[in-house]
């Protein structure tokens, strides 16, 4: 009998851990969620409630065999990205981030531009506040040191490139077919972007500038809003945008699955 209660007792103590671990995934800085699981219709559910969905345009289309589950497919035609307008939420952002994906590229880059992954970002001018892409080209060290086919992160205080957008690039350097979790971060307090790749650090930049700017240009996925040569080969998966900066100690990327308990969330109760 008392090893019954012992038992009892302890496999309480196990499920009190269990939803300990669950309730630590709890994350309310996680502004934007695009899993890209189990959709298909021709919209990404932003599963953080709210409300910034992404809209699939041209030739971007729904994959199962993404990491997790479903991902997204591109194939670097013009016009074919994902697409989430302009909003408050997003321009929200204008101190610290995260901004993450799995990726996996059909090509090496280069030759073609810099292949976006993310940002909000098109070509008419206030351009970009954030992207995250493969560099197509060496940048200069005192411009973040990027390397052609490396992965780069990039935030403007401004919202412009002349200038005044800072590049913070990746020793890493892609395989094709292969996935990678990339990472950027600016942390509003230091000043310093970082580049994270499956987790570890993989470039860092003190750039003096911790601000984000904001501008009227959609956050785009796997392209370009201003239909200029930026497109991405290849596929994404899990979106997730923070308005703080992770620390190495968390490990990004491999917080998943990633139960968001916000007031608004889809997911709510899930864990
Ligand atoms: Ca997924
Ligand atoms: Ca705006």
Redesign the pocket.
């Known amino acids: 009998m008392a090893m019954r209660v012992l038992l009892s007792s302890f496999l309480l103590v196990c499920f009190i851990f269990v939803l300990a671990l669950n309730a630590g995934a709890f994350d309310e800085s996680v502004i934007l969620y695009l899993s890209f699981d189990g959709q298909n219709a021709k919209k990404a559910i932003d599963q953080t409630g709210n409300g910034n969905d992404g809209i699939l345009k041209g030739n971007a289309k729904w994959a199962k065999n993404g990491k997790v589950n479903g991902a997204v497919s591109f194939d670097r035609s013009a016009g074919t990205r994902i697409e989430i307008l302009?909003?408050k939420v997003l321009?929200s952002l204008t101190k610290s981030t995260t901004m993450e994906a799995w990726v996996k590229t059909n090509v090496a880059a280069g030759g073609f531009g810099d292949d976006q992954i993310l940002g909000k970002y098109a070509n008419p001018k206030p351009n970009e506040t954030t992207i995250m892409f493969i560099s197509a080209r060496d940048y200069a060290a005192g411009q973040g040191g990027a390397k052609a086919n490396g992965f780069a992160f990039e935030t403007s205080p401004t919202s412009g490139w002349d200038g005044s957008s800072y590049v913070v690039g990746s020793k890493t350097l892609p395989k094709v077919g292969q996935w990678y979790h990339v990472a950027g971060t600016l942390d509003h307090k230091t000043g310093i972007i970082k580049i994270y790749i499956d987790g570890k650090l993989d470039g860092k930049r003190d750039i003096k500038a911790n601000k984000i700017g904001?501008?009227?240009q959609p956050f785009c996925i796997g392209g370009n809003a201003g239909n200029f040569n930026r497109w991405f080969d290849g596929m994404i998966d899990e979106v997730i945008v923070y308005n703080r900066a992770l620390t190495e100690a968390e490990k990004t990327g491999l917080r998943l699955p990633l139960y968001i308990f916000s007031a608004n969330s889809t997911l709510k109760g899930l864990a």
């Open positions: 302009d909003n321009d904001t501008n009227d």
